[in-house]
């Protein structure tokens, strides 16, 4: 077959390929970061790059691309890089708005206190050296001080230990540490004496991985650890995931693949910056959504991904690290936290067992904002959850100008009801490139509140201002001048935009409504954030769009990386893991898409705020009513 | 480094190496099946091999070659493979003699009545598919189902099985079968139904491995294979094995995946034999010698080499076949039965769940011939154990023209007592190669019925006859003249072989009589000789040297294989593992080599049939006494 050469501008990474590849692929294999939410399914829009040279050698303008494309666009030679196949030798130039950015990570511990009670313990022990009177396997030496002189008793021995465990004994002259898993597996045998213990905790967002190293014999941080999940470039969400892998045949493999070699960087980084070796680490806990966590342990998420959405299992996971390539000590242990129904998982379980509703007298409304949505309701009496399909939005996606929280994204914004001068903040401090999740919210609570767009979420076409335009797509409203830019463009809001986050918080809503209406509560107490997202984004704004329903401010949270808190607690008392357990038995999951009251609150949440519910704590921020 | 080409006659295989390398080396990496008893240690001087070309590019003469090597061998060109290394292109040719041959493998199997209880029982189940009302994981419907219907609580998974768990319940519409080991874990979900369940008995003997298939559903021996050791090239006794991997840097590395690979030979031959896939072998129970036990484990055997020797545990060891790399079902079990101590060993806790001496009320002896002898003296009241080294004489090496039981081994002789001549039975009936084990000790016997020999074990320089001559090695008596002989010299045995003969035989013997002091027996009233050895061993020849205490030739018996009958009951009966276990514990081991009576009792010994003791049973056998 013929071997094709394709060169990227302007880092000029060059290769040859053959067979039938597309521009983003060759990207990929390049290592070339060109920017991708859809995962290649020819939707989002974000892979755009100008054919330089060759245009003919590729394969013809596909529809997507006539729809995601502006005439202006085609007219340039733009192609979307997932789209365009290669048939012959081509040079691509990837403009500035496609390069993919690393993602600022922000995502802040509570660190909880929480008594001290690991799965791991070392002990010391001193042994009489065999002699001919007693030459008494080695094994059997230890198992008997360990008995006598710390009372274990019945002790199973992981595989490897065995194979270091003469070698050992004899390197610390009959004078060892012990380390014992869970009061009843040897996991380790060092010579001498040896205090470190170390674990780590491992929130497995769709888009963003956190671990965070503890030291089990004090509880301390004494590390993190996040970069983006490696599966991103086959999928921005969970859904396109679950695609990747049943189009693929070793698209379970190489996702599964991903996400344990994230793991690895992590437990690597962390290792380096606490100046020790990986063997030092003993135990991993992790959290993830059910889909997170079935590419995680090599589980088909195929049926996750139609009714009735039956997981694998729920119950915790043990298995040894090795099992899994995972690299720490090899006898060490992975957990990973139980999971609920459906798409509430690991991780919405790490949020319950930080957050701790069951002990609440008021009613809480715990919103886990991620690419994947996860809401809980309850109190000390009952605890419902579900997962709304909030869709990518709140994390840019189908946002025109949506980026994730890299530098330059906006996420502060200020619009001058007057005037409708726009004031903004990016990351960074740099030149706007796009918008980000919790910057989108404010923009649309601003716009809303300036009297730009609608109680329905359409512009006002009444209000006259440059800043405010119609084109070939629609209206939109400028943000930010071309000239002020780092993308070569205005960057504005689009109507599309408002429409794509009316959906999201419209379904968020309604899940909360929902759940309010099986619970029986007219009204929750506390609505507590937890996320990346749910920590910076402005919970004035969210309220005045309807993201969640009314409540005095001040009983508005934000409790970070509540997921990743819920690990660490596992990591660091085992009583947490057995209230995991019982927590997500006890949660009764809603499925809420097929609640009859569904669609209406659905319908009646696309409003800002909303069609009938009163804001009574932000009312004097809302515009006057329209006539 | 300049590269060595050497060629090896008559097959033709050639190559070519840099570095630093013998000819037995070289021989094989290109897999020339050159005869090597000691491993390249030096002493066996079996490796001889004839420089056609090229004696010039060849380290210079050892003194171990001008020890081993006859003055005309010398001036042949004649050179041990293990001795010369490569300087420079050479041309060799392997004499008949030196030539590898394939042991016949002999290992009947007693095949006792045993209740079947195995480890591994299978349960059909139905299961309510998932709705929407019931959304539950396929792992907790699975276990409901298991526990309703046959009653099963707290079963464990094991990993493997959760990632094919969701497949196996879809592809078998929600019927599967079920294998559980040991009442407590999953290791396998099936579609449908299915009743193939299959388990593997393995004796690992230092020179042969044989494996047994039996179908755990009806107990009955399915098929069964055997071969060598693969480990035989790296040391033809345990001792050159342990010192292998003390003298390599990744010599246990390389011994362990030898006989990895031996039992993968294994398992790949009786699935193939019996029809059936890899998968379908659930459990393998293996039995082995301390050292074999350690190095299949992959634990270093350097300890059991000095004293107080002691192995790195006794315990059985449970270990799952991924682990090791064998290949049956991953998630299937290797049960490594439990060793006493020394290199008494799992194999000899196998003779003992085959045997029971504990249930006898006569005083056993039990004498487990291999290349390591293992003793056990007992009866209701007591057992105790030890190892003798016996070397590897029995086997056939030491003994100028000894060799493995293969085709060509003179294994039975008769001397006429009047004109010495000489009648002998070869295995295959092919023309005379050398002598095997069995044979040995029937023309060790038959020279001392025929006064060849003397008491003492010195020849006997008066009778006259061609057959006993003196050579510059000392006296030797001709079995077979060199026309008779495949291998185109004489084949006879030597002053040194009876020498090595009687230090074996008395090894044995002073082992037996010192466990016989400990128990406070004056005689035993029963001698069972297990291992291939024991099989094909003429008993009335072995109690003519004087192998073991004098006894009713009825009450000698043989049980062949025993410690593969240990391994295939412990694998059809969970409660031969408990058994095992407890004489594993129970058994008291005897540290002969420090007995104060060993030494006296081995100089006694030493004497045919003995210095002192009488053999009333063979008495009429024995020639009258010397003056």
Redesign the interface.
């Known amino acids: 077959m013929a071997k094709f050469k394709i060169v990227f501008q302007p880092s000029g990474r060059r290769g040859e390929f053959d067979g039938e590849l597309t521009i983003l692929d060759a990207a990929k294999s390049l290592g070339v970061p060109l920017e991708s939410l859809c995962g290649g399914e020819g939707w989002c829009g974000r892979c755009k790059v100008i054919v330089e040279k060759g245009s003919e050698n590729l394969s013809p303008l596909t529809t997507e691309e006539k729809k995601l494309l502006s005439d202006e666009e085609l007219s340039l030679n733009y192609r979307l890089a997932c789209r365009a196949e290669l048939r012959g030798d081509v040079v691509v130039s990837v403009p500035e708005v496609s390069v993919a950015r690393v993602q600022v990570v922000r995502k802040p511990l509570l660190e909880i206190p929480v008594e001290l009670k690991p799965a791991l313990k070392k002990y010391y022990v001193e042994l009489p050296p065999?002699?001919?009177q007693?030459?008494?396997?080695?094994?059997?030496?230890l198992l008997k001080t360990l008995e006598e002189t710390h009372g274990l008793k019945n002790l199973k021995?992981d595989?490897?230990v065995?194979?270091g465990?003469?070698?050992a004994l004899?390197d610390g002259e009959w004078k060892a540490t012990v380390t014992v898993w869970c009061g009843s597996e040897i996991v380790k045998v060092e010579p001498g004496r040896s205090e470190r213990l170390y674990g780590v905790a491992i929130d497995v967002g769709t888009t963003t991985m956190v671990g965070y190293l503890l030291d089990l014999t004090t509880g301390k941080l004494a590390a993190y650890h996040s970069l983006m999940n490696p599966q991103v470039p086959f999928g921005e969400d969970v859904m396109s995931r679950i695609t990747y892998v049943m189009d693929n045949s070793d698209g379970l493999e190489r996702l599964h693949q991903k996400v344990i070699s994230g793991i690895n960087s992590i437990t690597e980084s962390l290792a380096k910056q606490a100046g020790v070796s990986l063997s030092d680490l003993y135990e991993v806990v992790l959290v993830g959504n059910t889909c997170m966590h079935h590419l995680l342990?090599?589980?088909?998420p195929?049926?996750l991904g139609c009714?009735?959405?039956?997981?694998?299992?729920?119950?915790p996971?043990d298995?040894?690290a090795r099992?899994l390539g995972v690299r720490i000590l090899p006898s060490g242990n992975l957990h990973v936290l139980p999971?609920e129904?459906?798409f509430v998982g690991a991780d919405n379980v790490g949020v319950l067992i930080a957050v701790e509703p069951w002990k609440s007298e008021e009613v809480q409304l715990i919103i886990d904002i991620g690419t994947n949505g996860e809401i809980v309701l309850g109190n000390k009496d009952r605890i419902l959850s579900a997962s709304c399909a909030t869709g990518p939005a709140f994390e840019g996606a189908h946002i025109k100008y949506g980026m994730r929280a890299a530098p330059g994204a906006i996420e502060k914004v200020k619009i001058d009801a007057e005037s409708l001068d726009v004031e903004y903040e990016t990351i960074g401090g740099e030149k706007p490139r796009g918008i980000c999740g919790s910057g989108i919210i404010q923009v649309t609570a601003e716009m809303f509140k300036a009297g730009v767009i609608l109680h329905t979420g359409s512009f006002n076409k009444q209000l006259e201002t440059p800043r405010i335009r119609k084109t070939s797509e629609g209206y939109e409203f400028v943000l930010a001048w071309k000239d002020e830019t780092a993308v070569g463009a205005d960057i504005a809001v689009t109507q599309k935009d408002i429409r794509a986050i009316q959906l999201a918080k419209a379904a968020m809503y309604a899940g909360a409504k929902v759940l309010m209406k099986r619970f029986g509560a007219d009204h929750v107490e506390q609505v507590i954030l937890a996320g990346a997202f749910g920590t910076y984004i402005d919970k004035e704004a969210a309220m005045v769009i309807g993201m969640f329903p009314d409540c005095p401010l001040e009983k508005v949270s934000s409790v970070g990386n509540a997921a990743g808190e819920g690990a660490r607690l596992a990591l660091l008392n085992l009583s947490k893991r057995e209230e995991a357990k019982w927590i997500a038995e006890k949660v009764h999951?809603v499925?809420i898409a097929?609640d009859p009251h569904f669609q209406d609150e659905f319908v009646a949440a696309m409003m800002f705020p909303h069609q009938k519910d009163s804001f009574p704590h932000v009312e004097h921020l809302l515009p006057k009513e329209e006539s």
Request: no cysteine; glycine share 4%; aromatic share 6%.
């Open positions: 065999p002699t001919l007693d030459p008494t396997g080695d094994l059997e030496r021995v595989y490897p065995l194979k465990l003469s070698k004899r342990l090599k589980l088909s195929e049926h009714s009735p959405f039956p997981p694998t299992l729920h119950q996971v298995v040894k099992e999971i129904a459906g999951y499925e097929v």
